[in-house]
């Protein structure tokens, strides 16, 4: 598909997951496309390692997003998606972790469809499932967590309706995305609707690089131990398992 689509004279995008970081993190297919794309259009926690598989004839375009500036606005984006594939390219839109958790892919394949654009999605390992792993914490465990979820550290946000008496529940993972800077909010909700203060929680941050850090307590202790909110990506996780990581302290 990709080949006879670029080979038709016919634009092409591959929505690509980058994966948490390293580059030895992405899967075979993704590196490949990387590799051979015409156009890149990458994020901002996009490791240097992994642009440097970027061919140097390569038109990269940087979108990133921090908290609060958006280089691009994601419409914007989509703008730049079609164009660049309307001009007949082999366009990569390069995501940290997976294109299709938290990181906007859906939207971005609607557009493409909506142009009438060929595209594929290309997955990722996402951070919860890297971060956890690099931390010594399963997401899931026969004994300890039949279940888990994935949420936006926003939920914590007063406007957004959340069923916080559903994630106070035991026997399930919680992994924030963006949490660390609402950990606060997010332990009152939680402990508010019936969640022990000393359940298991680790704050990972810079999950699978080599600066990764990683604070493992008990909830309402990680809340006084947190550093405070900084570039850094990190991730939130909260539930039994954490206890496993060897980095987890009780106090």
Avoid at 60 to 80: C, F, M, T, W
Avoid at 154 to 160: M, Q
Wanted: glycine share 10%.
């Amino acid at each position: 598909m990709l080949e006879a689509d670029v080979h038709s004279g016919q634009g092409f995008v591959s929505i690509v997951g980058a994966g948490p970081g390293p580059v030895d993190l992405m899967t075979l297919r993704a590196l490949d496309r990387l590799q051979r794309a015409e156009v890149v259009v990458h994020d901002r926690l996009i490791t240097p390692e992994v642009l440097a598989q970027i061919p140097s004839t390569a038109l990269r375009l940087y979108v990133g997003k921090a908290l609060g500036n958006h280089s691009v606005p994601q419409e914007g984006i989509h703008a730049l998606l079609v164009q660049q594939a309307q001009l007949g390219k082999r366009v990569v839109r390069l995501k940290g972790g997976d294109p299709y958790v938290f990181g906007r892919g859906g939207e971005e394949v609607q557009a493409l469809q909506a142009a009438g654009i060929s595209f594929e999605v290309v997955p990722g390992v996402t951070a919860a499932s890297g971060c956890s792993a690099a931390a010594g914490i399963p997401l899931t465990h026969r004994d300890l967590a039949s279940s888990c979820v994935f949420l936006p550290g926003h939920l914590a946000d007063d406007k957004t309706p959340t069923d916080w008496a559903a994630l106070a529940r035991p026997g399930q993972t919680r992994v924030f995305y963006m949490g660390v800077q609402r950990l606060a909010q997010i332990a009152q909700q939680l402990i508010a609707h019936g969640l022990p203060p000393d359940t298991p929680a680790a704050i990972v941050r810079d999950g699978t690089r080599a600066t990764q850090t990683v604070i493992a307590t008990g909830l309402s202790d990680l809340v006084a131990q947190a550093p405070a909110y900084g570039a850094q990506p990190g991730l939130l996780i909260i539930g039994e398992t954490v206890q496993l990581s060897p980095d987890y302290h009780a106090h």
